[in-house]
């Protein structure tokens, strides 16, 4: 069975359409209602002329037109141009009168009908426009989150290096190199690897192997940064090889020799790397069948 959360985006993907055509009848009130005034008044006019036209005598009525409100359906039918044919005049005057009512009723609806899709299209580009301005602003949003957490990883990746130490972000790691740098030319690999197991063990508050959210946000904290959720969310997904939300210490020494080795990535390259990625994302997708089709001519 479909569960709510799918009932609900299947109705969100046509809200706006919806929201659309709420705001374009609410706006066509008076168009409504003289269309609703003029289609009753065509509808008892001909309705009153087909019963006279097919009974001209009263008193004797042998045709399906047997009243007024009888011939007021076959008026409906004939002002819709539905015409279902299952009562038809029989005199001459009565079928002047069924054209006069198929006529008059292009002009009834038709009109009215045009003002209203006029607006329609006037208020769906509106939401057209709506929707790109929350999209790009969803990009610009997205691109702000990016870097705040590219911020987090290089001062996290500054502190490892002992870059921070004339700033004092890292007095947390100072008693593990010993006034060392992070760095190849400073320490061996095994030195490096040891140094990465006592910071790793230093941010797993739980001891469970793996740095979690929380931990690195704390982590982070004492190390003089107090980041947003979105930017602790990217460090983890930067950091994070397998997709499971959390660093264990194996991802977390693949992090320390991309910073060692002087391969993270600057702020300038994740902002020109985010722009290209939202202006990818609002492009159209070419129809490529189209393409192929078009190739061959």
């Not at 055509?21 to 008076?30: I, Q, V, Y």
């Not at 006279?52 to 004797?60: A, K, L, Q, R, Y």
Request: charged share 25%; with cysteine.
């Amino acid at each position: 069975p479909r569960n709510a959360h799918a009932d609900a985006h299947q109705l969100g993907k046509y809200s706006s359409g919806a929201r659309v055509l709420g705001t374009t009848l609410l706006g066509c009130g008076r168009e409504l209602l003289i269309m609703g005034v003029v289609f009753f008044m065509a509808t008892v006019i001909f309705a009153s002329g087909m019963f006279f036209c097919e009974n001209p005598d009263i008193s004797v009525n042998e045709g399906k037109f047997e009243s007024v409100m009888t011939s007021m359906y076959f008026a409906v039918i004939t002002l819709t141009t539905v015409g279902y044919g299952d009562m038809t005049p029989l005199s001459d005057c009565g079928r002047a009168v069924a054209c006069g009512c198929a006529l008059s009723g292009i002009f009834c609806l038709g009109l009215p009908i045009s003002v209203i899709t006029t607006k329609f299209n006037e208020k769906y580009l509106e939401m057209l426009q709506e929707l790109k301005i929350e999209e790009e602003r969803a990009k610009f949003i997205k691109s702000k989150q990016e870097l705040r957490g590219m911020r987090g990883v290089l001062a996290l990746g500054s502190a490892l290096t002992g870059a921070g130490e004339a700033s004092g972000l890292s007095k947390l790691f100072g008693v593990f190199w010993g006034g060392k740098s992070l760095r190849s030319e400073n320490m061996g690999t095994e030195e490096i690897r040891k140094l990465s197991r006592k910071v790793f063990k230093e941010f797993d508050d739980d001891d469970s192997g793996e740095i979690g959210g929380k931990e690195l946000y704390l982590a982070m904290k004492k190390l003089g940064f107090d980041l947003h959720q979105d930017a602790i969310d990217y460090m983890i997904a930067f950091i994070d090889k397998d997709g499971n939300g959390q660093i264990d210490f194996e991802e977390f020494c693949q992090f320390v020799d991309v910073v060692v080795k002087g391969e993270l990535p600057t702020q300038e390259e994740i902002a020109m790397a985010s722009l290209k990625a939202n202006a990818k994302m609002g492009k159209p997708k070419r129809n490529k069948k189209r393409v192929a089709d078009g190739a061959m001519f």
